[in-house]
C-alpha cells in the first residue's frame, strides 16, 4: 500500500536505510533485473524491481517516504526536499522509482503528462515514465541510468513532479501565486505569467516582508482561515530578473520543466531578513503589469479569486472537483487588481493595503 505508516513511526531527519542485506551494494540494486536467470516473460514489465534503499523527506512539511534502487534518487530528494524537517500529522505517501540498465547514455527528453479523472501519467520516453493513481496514491517511477544521474532533469521532471502531484491530491491545492506576509497579514500575488509575481515578492522580500512563496502557493485543504504554505527556502526568477536585482547579475541559469530557463537561488544567499513557510492568506492582488501604468489598486467583485483560480488547476475528475471544492473558502477574501509598471511603486501599494485591511 502506498500509505505505509503514521508519522510517528517515522524519524524527523532524511535518512536511507536498506531493507535487504546491509552489504547489497549498489551494483546488484540495479542488476536485480538483469542478473535474474531464466528470465520470466512477466520480467519485461519490470513489475517485480527490488528497491532496497529508502529515505523520508518532509515536503511541504508532509511526510513522503522515497523506495528506490539508486542513491543518485535519494540524493536529488534531498537536494529538493531535505532542508523540511518534520512538521504536520498525516499518513506517509510512498514514491516508488526504479532504476534500470536499459536505454542509452543520453538523457530523456522532457515528459508528456496526460491524465484521465484520477489517472496521471508522465512519459518521456519507453524508458522512463511515471504512472499515478491519485485516489489511491499508488505509482510507480520507471528511469534509466541517464536520467536519474542527471540531478536536475530527476527533480524538475520526475521527482518534484510525482510527489507534488501526490500531495496535492491528499492535502494540498496548488495556487498560481506567490505569497509575502506584512505585520502578519498574508498577501497571494496573482496573475498571468510574466506578470511580475516572483519579482515582485521579491522586491517585497528586499524592503522587509516576509517572504514564503515566489510563484506557487499551496493552500492547505483543511486549514480556516486560509493559510498556504511555500518553497520559503528559494527564489526562482526569469532570466530579464537579472536586469532589476544586481545580485542575480553572476547567477548561472537552470533549466527547468518546459523547458523554461530560471534563475534558482538559496533565499539564504539573497538580502532577505524575514522568511517563513506558512502565512495567511489576507488579500489577494492580482497583477497587471505595463510599461505606461499609474500604480492603482482596484477592487475585485466577491468570488473573482475562486473563478480564477479554478480556471489555472491543473488537475482533471474527481480530484479537479475537489480543488474546485475547496478553492469556494477564497471567495469572502477581499480580491484587489494591482496595475502598476514599477516595483517599488508596486510595493508601495501593497504597504498601504496591509495598512489599511
Not at 532524511?14 to 551494494?25: F, Q, S, Y
Not at 508528456?112 to 519507453?126: E, G, I, M, P
Not at 515582485?200 to 522587509?208: E, K, M, S
Amino acid at each position: 500500500m502506498p500509505i505505509v505508516r503514521s508519522p510517528s513511526d517515522s524519524t524527523t531527519e532524511w535518512e536511507i536505510a536498506r531493507v535487504m542485506d546491509t552489504e547489497l551494494t549498489q551494483e546488484k540494486a540495479l542488476g536485480t533485473i538483469e542478473a535474474r536467470a531464466p528470465r520470466r516473460p512477466q520480467d519485461a514489465l519490470l513489475c517485480n524491481m527490488e528497491l532496497p534503499l529508502r529515505g523520508m523527506f518532509y515536503p511541504l512539511g508532509y511526510p513522503v517516504e522515497i523506495v528506490t534502487n539508486d542513491a543518485a534518487v535519494l540524493e536529488g530528494a534531498n537536494y529538493s526536499f531535505g532542508h523540511i524537517r518534520s512538521s504536520r500529522s498525516s499518513a506517509i505517501l510512498q514514491v516508488r522509482i526504479g532504476v534500470s540498465h536499459e536505454g542509452g547514455p543520453d538523457c530523456p527528453p522532457e515528459p508528456t503528462r496526460r491524465a484521465y479523472n484520477h489517472l496521471f501519467s508522465l512519459v518521456a520516453d519507453v524508458n522512463n515514465q511515471a504512472l499515478l493513481d491519485l485516489s489511491t496514491y499508488t505509482n510507480f517511477t520507471w528511469l534509466t541510468r541517464a536520467a536519474a544521474h542527471n540531478r536536475t532533469y530527476l527533480r524538475y521532471n520526475f521527482l518534484e513532479k510525482v510527489v507534488y502531484l501526490l500531495l496535492g491530491a491528499s492535502v494540498v491545492t496548488d495556487l498560481h501565486a506567490a505569497c509575502v506576509s506584512k505585520k502578519g497579514k498574508g498577501i497571494l500575488l496573482c496573475g498571468d505569467s510574466g506578470a511580475g509575481k516572483s519579482t515582485l515578492a521579491y522586491a517585497c522580500a528586499r524592503a522587509g516582508w516576509t517572504y514564503t512563496s515566489d510563484d506557487t502557493s499551496y493552500l492547505i485543504n483543511d486549514s480556516a482561515p486560509p493559510r498556504v504554505i511555500g518553497h520559503s527556502h528559494r527564489a526562482r526568477f526569469r532570466p530579464s530578473a537579472k536586469s532589476l536585482f544586481p545580485e542575480l547579475e553572476h547567477r548561472s541559469l537552470t533549466p527547468r520543466l518546459e523547458g523554461k530557463p530560471s534563475l534558482e537561488v538559496p533565499i539564504s544567499d539573497l538580502p532577505v531578513s524575514s522568511t517563513a513557510t506558512e502565512a495567511t492568506v489576507d488579500s489577494i492582488v492580482y497583477l497587471h503589469r505595463f510599461p505606461s501604468a499609474e500604480t492603482n489598486l482596484v477592487r475585485l467583485p466577491k468570488g473573482t479569486a475562486t473563478q480564477r483560480a479554478c480556471r489555472e488547476l491543473y488537475s482533471a475528475g474527481d480530484v479537479r472537483a475537489k480543488h474546485e471544492s475547496i478553492l469556494e473558502v477564497l471567495s469572502d477574501i477581499p480580491t484587489y487588481e494591482l496595475q502598476y509598471c514599477d516595483l517599488t511603486q508596486g510595493e508601495q501599494a501593497l504597504s498601504l493595503l496591509v495598512r489599511s485591511e
